[in-house]
């Protein structure tokens, strides 16, 4: 006699029938539709987290790179005529030439940096000035394209270029003048006395990073080396590469080219420790959020636990009528994969639909809160971001599918060995 093949259209039937059945036919629809809730939201957590965890760190790691340098380079300190350390780099713009012309070497230009108090009618805020060349400061992503500006980058070498955030910390606007004070001025018989000058604001831009646009000014590299005391040197000499994620393999043929006395600071060097708290803190989120999609794929269990105690009548009579225990065991199978598989596929949905309308979905949750609920002073960015992984969607689907799957297992197969005879005594 031929066999019936497995997952034959009358055992969808059966199972089909079985899910859809009211609870006073002998079904579980209630517990079927708690099982179907707990995996849908367990997956849209999933999802969701994921997609803002990739979101954040693909923002954060873009804001690094786009507004700083994948590399630095400064030189080892000398003994000046005074006894005093010396830093500075007297042949910078060679050295930068060098470096320039090293493979994968995109931009390499020199810096002056100094920390200065700026201030505009009665107000005071600390910043960190950087001193750089016009055609470098247009070829800095998160500066030249950022996600707001005023004024105009043409404008920036007979002026200064100021992050959003000092703008409204001093109630600046383009055309303002911001005078700037550093403590370490012109010396005198009297000591040192502080330096002060005034310039024009040319651009006001928005990085997307608030510790930047809080702090970070520049201005053209003669007139911050005039106010630093800098005449012909530079501080550090900044590099970027074409691909920063390779950036170690490069260092070797950068300080070379530097020269000797040259070492080097990479974006990895100053962002590591955040960067690994980050990916310490995406694995145990993922092992938590696993941990709920397994509590919730128990409810199908729990669901089938009841389902097969109350058809315990129609599995016997089933049996007699020549079902084998394969048969009912897919039966079964059936019914609590279709849950799991259901509640996968809403899950998805629900959260592909979080992480793509996420900005409207936050301002409403910030609206109804009453503001305040995302402090970028904190978390460095302005919006919490979100982004879509095939690698995470694939991940978080394979672990629901998985889990729903191999717990349905348990009470099939009790299912499936249930003693027709046993089944049908009291009947």
């Known amino acids: 006699m031929a066999r019936t093949a497995p997952f034959a259209p009358y055992e969808w039937m059966i199972a089909w029938r079985y899910l859809r059945a009211r609870r006073a036919e002998g079904g579980v629809s209630v517990m079927t539709w708690i099982s179907l809730v707990g995996v849908t939201l367990a997956v849209f957590a999933l999802v969701a987290t994921l997609a803002v965890r990739s979101g954040f760190r693909e923002e954060f790691v873009d804001t690094i790179l786009g507004a700083n340098a994948h590399v630095t380079i400064y030189v080892s300190p000398r003994i000046g005529p005074q006894g005093q350390e010396d830093r500075t780099i007297p042949d910078a713009a060679a050295r930068a030439a060098r470096i320039a012309g090293v493979e994968g070497v995109t931009r390499a230009a020199p810096l002056v940096r ?24 247009a070829q800095i992503p998160r500066i030249a394209n950022p996600e707001t500006a005023e004024g105009s980058l043409a404008d920036f070498p007979t002026g200064i270029a100021i992050g959003s955030g000092i703008a409204r910390e001093l109630g600046l606007n383009v055309g303002d003048r911001l005078r700037i004070i550093s403590p370490d001025g012109a010396r005198t018989p009297m000591g040192v006395s502080p330096r002060v000058s005034s310039y024009p604001v040319a651009f006001i831009f928005t990085a997307g990073r608030y510790d930047i646009d809080r702090t970070r000014a520049y201005l053209p590299l003669p007139a911050a080396q005039t106010f630093f005391n800098r005449e012909g040197v530079a501080d550090e000499i900044e590099v970027t590469v074409a691909d920063p994620e390779a950036i170690e393999a490069l260092v070797p043929a950068i300080v070379e080219a530097a020269g000797p006395d040259a070492y080097a600071w990479t974006w990895k060097d100053s962002s590591g420790a955040f960067l690994s708290a980050l990916t310490v803190e995406d694995n145990v989120m993922f092992v938590i959020l696993s941990v709920l999609v397994l509590i919730a794929s128990m409810n199908i269990i729990s669901g089938l636990i009841m389902l097969v105690k109350n058809k315990g009548r129609d599995i016997g009579i089933l049996r007699t009528m020549g079902l084998t225990e394969g048969a009912v065991l897919r039966v079964f199978f059936l019914c609590g994969a279709s849950i799991g598989t259901i509640g996968t596929i809403l899950g998805v949905l629900l959260g592909c639909a979080f992480a ?25 960015l302005y919006r919490l971001p979100a982004k879509l992984e095939w690698a995470d969607i694939l991940s978080a689907v394979s672990l629901s599918l998985v889990l729903s799957w191999v717990v349905t297992i348990f009470p099939a197969r009790r299912a499936a060995r249930m003693n027709p005879v046993e089944a049908l005594r009291y009947e």
Do not use: K
């Open 114 to 137: 100094g920390q200065v108090m700026g201030t505009n009618q009665g107000r005071n805020a600390g910043m960190e000035v950087l001193g750089i060349a016009p055609e470098d400061l």
């Open 356 to 380: 793509i309308w996420i900005d409207p979905i936050f301002a409403a949750v910030n609206y109804l809160s009453g503001g305040g609920v995302w402090d970028p002073s904190i978390r460095g």
